[in-house]
């Protein structure tokens, strides 16, 4: 059994130890991090989130354990603790995690940390989050975004997909699950671009006489994420002497960590980003962006009402141009049960971008033509349910249909 001294950590940390969460009351009691009174009641920050939030201490009356094995995923155990403030989102606000900053300002409760895997991720420690009806938290940024709450209720929306060929934070940045480049011809034709990878393959370009589209990005990671990374990013349309048309970005990587109960009733967003057509010149279009990841865990219940959406759908390719103007950009994953649709054939040799995958349908290859290919659809993502007891309530949604982890 691994023990933690939380009052250390803490104070490392420069926020007083909060509520363990792993092990056993035991080994929480043998480090005086635990009480039966009240005194280690969190303060409650600004509603908006603008305060400074508390004293970082969650009340330790209890302590909630994971459903396998006792570990908050992806967070190593000398993170695992709880914040003290009380964030109500009445506004629609943003964090940033390369800066580190909620709604342009520096948040104590918000910070970077190295994950199991070795990579970096940014973690909010928070007492309870909630997002209110028609309100938006934007996750932007390069990192992947862990929240650690001992409540989360999301009823309006969290968004971290990816728009147009702008990545979603904790996209997939390198490697195999980037969708390929289209390659020129010999007559000023030119290949699309191939759509990324996540989920599955992406979708390839489409060729243009004997200009190549470029090859589809790669499935990438498994089916448990066990390593929180988000989706591969479209490939460039071909475009001879002109600037290269852009592919769609990769969705974002999120995870939600309720000790108590974690509640949507409103949308989680990860989704891959529409390919770019070429505005400049007749050229190949770009692939769409592949969906992210989405983690959502509890020690205890997560419910997904009537009205949630958990979204990581691909993101359509734009077409080619044609002989009669540029081709359209391709449409960004969007939650719901439909796909991202690329953009349409162009007259006079311009190739329609590929639709992005949705559920269990893979993305479409972008449309061969005489002139200049469309962009491949973008995969869709990964997302995980993990917990001892999940209610998903009949008119809920996910795209693609999550694993469940109990």
């Not at 005086?32 to 989130?49: E, R």
């Not at 994420?225 to 002497?241: E, P």
């Not at 391709?330 to 559920?359: H, R, S, T, Y």
């Amino acid at each position: 059994m691994r023990f933690v001294v939380w009052l250390g950590l803490g104070a490392a940390l420069g926020a007083p130890a909060a509520g363990c969460l792993r092990d056993t009351q035991h080994a929480c009691e043998a480090e005086g991090a635990c009480g039966d009174d009240d005194s280690g009641d969190a303060d409650v920050g600004d509603p908006d989130g603008g305060g400074n939030g508390g004293d970082g201490r969650a009340d330790g009356g209890e302590v909630p354990t994971d459903a396998a094995n006792g570990v908050i995923e992806h967070v190593p155990l000398a993170e695992e603790m709880l914040g003290g403030t009380a964030l109500a989102l009445a506004a629609n606000r943003t964090i940033d995690t390369t800066m580190l900053e909620f709604n342009g300002a520096p948040a104590p409760w918000l910070t970077m940390i190295t994950s199991e895997q070795g990579d970096l991720i940014a973690l909010a420690r928070l007492d309870t989050l909630t997002i209110e009806l028609n309100r938006t938290l934007a996750v932007t940024g390069s990192l992947p975004l862990v929240i650690i709450a001992r409540r989360i209720d999301v009823n309006g929306a969290i968004d971290a997909s990816a728009s147009g060929a702008n990545d979603g934070a904790g996209a997939i940045l390198t490697g195999s699950a980037g969708g390929g480049d289209g390659t020129p011809g010999a007559n000023n034709d030119d290949g699309g671009g191939g759509g990324g990878g996540h989920g599955s393959d992406g979708a390839p370009g489409g060729k243009a006489g004997v200009a190549v589209g470029g090859i589809a990005g790669q499935d990438a990671g498994d089916a448990n994420l066990t390593t929180l990374v988000g989706g591969g990013h479209g490939g460039r349309g071909s475009a001879g002497n002109c600037p290269r048309a852009l592919g769609g970005g990769g969705g974002g990587a999120l995870q939600l960590y309720a000790s108590e109960a974690l509640t949507i009733t409103g949308t989680l967003d990860v989704s891959g980003g529409g390919g770019r057509k070429n505005s400049g010149c007749s050229a190949g279009g770009g692939g769409g962006g592949a969906g992210g990841a989405l983690y959502l865990q509890s020690s205890a219940m997560i419910t997904l009402d009537s009205g949630s959406r958990l979204a990581s759908n691909g993101g359509g390719g734009a077409s080619g141009g044609g002989n009669l103007g540029p081709g359209g950009d391709g449409n960004d994953g969007e939650p719901g049960v439909f796909a991202a649709m690329g953009g349409g054939p162009v007259a006079n040799g311009g190739g329609a971008g590929g639709a992005g995958g949705v559920m269990a349908t893979a993305p479409v290859m972008g449309g061969d033509a005489s002139l200049n290919g469309g962009g491949g659809g973008g995969a869709v993502g990964r997302i995980v349910v993990h917990a001892p007891s999940v209610n998903v309530v009949l008119g809920s949604q996910a795209s693609p249909a999550f694993v469940q982890r109990n």
